[in-house]
């Protein structure tokens, strides 16, 4: 902190990390706080996909792990929706039904259940106008060398459902 440089670097920022940044001084000697600077960080998703599907139809939403090592958890989810309801979740080495929203029960599949090669695209069965939404691949790995698995958010992808006809 020389100079008073209170300078704060986040590295490896996620979309996670948007939000609203307070700096606030406390001096030796003082009473209360001051502060110093407030900074809102907006952090793009990276890289989203956009779908165009028409009722009916099945729709794959791709999604690659970025290498080889072992999947702890993979879920599936809807960045629209607030809740911790799921499309898809597997954790354990087994496909978790309990938490999964209704609307999605029986609809959806991983194209690969094994997911070799890190492909855990989803097949989303037999779309409405209720689909259209922003939906989220996420995938937890245990890289070599490291204690804990690491989150890594792999796959945003925008869906969009034209009424029949359209």
């Known amino acids: 902190m020389k100079d008073g440089d209170v300078s704060l670097i986040l ?11 307070e700096c606030r001084l406390i001096q030796t000697g003082t009473s209360g706080q001051r502060l110093i600077s407030i900074i809102y960080l907006h952090v793009d998703p990276p890289d989203q996909k956009n779908i165009t ?20 958890v993979l879920k599936w989810s809807r960045a629209d929706r607030v809740g911790d309801e799921y499309l898809l979740l597997y954790k354990n080495k087994r496909f978790e ?13 991983l194209q690969d259940r094994q997911m070799k090669d890190g492909d855990v695209s989803l097949i989303l069965k037999n ?11 996420r995938v937890t790995q ?6 804990r698995p690491s989150l890594k958010h792999i796959s945003i992808i925008y869906l969009h459902v034209d009424p029949p006809g359209e």
């Open 97 to 109: 039904p309990d938490d999964q929203h209704p609307s999605f029960k029986n609809r959806v599949d």
């Open 53 to 72: 599907a028409e009722v009916g139809q099945d729709v794959t939403l791709t999604c690659r792990a970025p290498n080889n090592n072992p999947i702890s």
């Open 142 to 147: 245990r890289e070599p060398n490291q204690e």
């Open 11 to 21: 590295n490896n920022v996620t979309i996670n990390d948007t939000g609203t940044y």
């Open 127 to 137: 779309v409405t106008i209720n689909d259209t939404g922003t939906y989220e691949c």
